[in-house]
Structures are given as structure tokens and as C-alpha cells.
């Protein structure tokens, strides 16, 4: 059986301050398969590298990360990094899971499915990317535009496997862990479906993800996750 990727969670959250180029950095000399992160608008539209749609949480500057710009966003404490910054860092060394974000409250981004695939295409990344989403319109702007790219729907929760992929085109399904087991995996499969499990923290449940046959485990603990895979 073919071991699932090891995908660092923000970078490897538990590791290193989370979504930082310390945190990408350590997850490629780790040897990880990739790394996952999350993206937002800044106020320039350009795309930044955060999970939050605030600073609040994990930085020591307040802010709305739509209201700031990409040089003063850079210039909070921890650094918040350009995905351009992230993308040349993993060209040639690992794949990365892009997490498409949207503000928690007022309208979404508009535009940054385009914004997106353009940056992918000029770091030469296409192939090396698998673009994640909770949000479905997100993952059908993206295949409209570009119908290569690889796109996967977070779940965190049971869902019709088979209507979702029917509808959004995705060749990948990313559901929590707590609803993975190998029928599961098994019927993703029959649908031409690829699992990748989030965010797996523990010995116990590695190995009960490993047994699954899903295809890729983020976890905040990449390193835990090396030991276990190996």
C-alpha cells in the first residue's frame, strides 16, 4: 500500500508559529510530501499567507487582513509572508495545499480564484498545488477558469461524496478525520476521488488514518507523523 502524504498543517502549527516562512521552512528540511496554508486578500489584492481574517489571534499588531497592505501585513510580528514568498520556497521541494479563505463576515473575495491561478502560473507551480476550499463557489470559479487545476472540497462532516464531486469537478475530497474510515475512503476512491484528512494530531489516529488508505494526512505534527509513516 502506498504511504498518504504527510502535509504539514499551516506549516506545522504545533512546530513553529503557524502560516511562516519559519514554519514552510521547517517542513521542507523535515522532508514533508508538502505543507498546507491558507490565503487572503490584502488591501492591495495581493494574496497573503494567514488563516484568520484578523491579526488578532496571531499577532501581536490588531488589524483586518483586507484593510492592511501586503508591506504592513509584512511588517507584523511574526511576518506574514506574500504566497509568492511561499510558493518559491516550495518550487522543486514539495507540493502545497492552498486554502482558499473568505471574511467571516461581509462579502468574499471577489477575484481571488483569478488572482490565484495567475500567481500559480507565473511561479510555475500549477502542478505542484492542490487548491482546498469550504467554499464551493470558490472551487467552481476555479475550474470555470481553469480546468486543470487540481481543487479539492473541505468537509467537516459526512456529505454526499458523490454529488459534490459530480457538481464541483474536484479530484479531491478533504473531509475532518472523524468521519474517515475505509468505506469511506473506498467510495471516494469508486468516484475517482483522492482523501486528504485533516488535522490529525495523534499516534493513535495516524495509524487508524494510515490503516483507512486515504491518500494524504495534514497534521499540525508533521514530525510525529514522519515517525509514524516510516
Request: a negative charge; hydrophobic letters at 40%.
Amino acid at each position: 500500500m502506498q504511504k498518504p502524504w504527510n502535509i504539514a498543517h499551516r506549516g506545522g502549527a504545533k512546530l513553529n508559529p503557524e502560516n511562516t516562512m519559519a514554519a514552510f521552512e521547517k517542513a521542507i528540511a523535515l522532508g514533508c510530501d508538502g505543507f498546507e496554508l491558507d490565503i487572503h486578500f490584502s488591501r492591495d489584492k495581493d494574496l497573503v499567507v494567514i488563516h484568520d481574517d484578523t491579526l488578532d489571534r496571531t499577532s501581536h499588531k490588531p488589524g483586518v487582513v483586507h484593510d492592511l497592505t501586503l508591506a504592513e501585513l509584512k511588517a507584523a510580528d511574526p511576518s506574514i509572508p506574500s504566497l509568492r514568498e511561499t510558493l518559491k520556497a516550495a518550487h522543486g521541494h514539495c507540493k502545497v495545499l492552498v486554502e482558499i479563505k473568505h471574511p467571516s463576515h461581509g462579502p468574499r473575495y471577489d477575484g481571488i480564484e483569478a488572482v490565484l491561478l495567475k500567481q500559480l502560473a507565473e511561479e510555475a507551480m500549477l502542478d505542484q498545488v492542490v487548491v482546498i476550499s469550504f467554499e464551493r463557489q470558490s472551487l467552481k470559479i476555479l475550474r470555470e477558469l481553469n480546468a486543470t487545476v487540481q481543487t479539492g472540497l473541505l468537509v467537516g462532516g459526512q456529505t454526499d461524496v458523490a454529488a459534490a464531486q459530480k457538481e464541483l469537478g474536484c479530484n479531491w475530497i478533504a473531509p475532518h478525520h472523524g468521519v474517515v474510515d475505509r468505506d469511506y475512503v473506498d467510495k471516494a476512491h469508486a468516484l475517482g476521488l483522492r482523501v486528504n484528512t485533516w488535522t490529525v494530531n495523534d499516534e493513535v489516529n495516524m495509524r487508524r488514518m494510515l490503516e483507512s488508505g486515504c491518500d494524504s494526512i495534514t497534521s499540525d505534527q508533521p514530525d510525529l507523523l514522519k515517525r509514524i509513516l516510516s
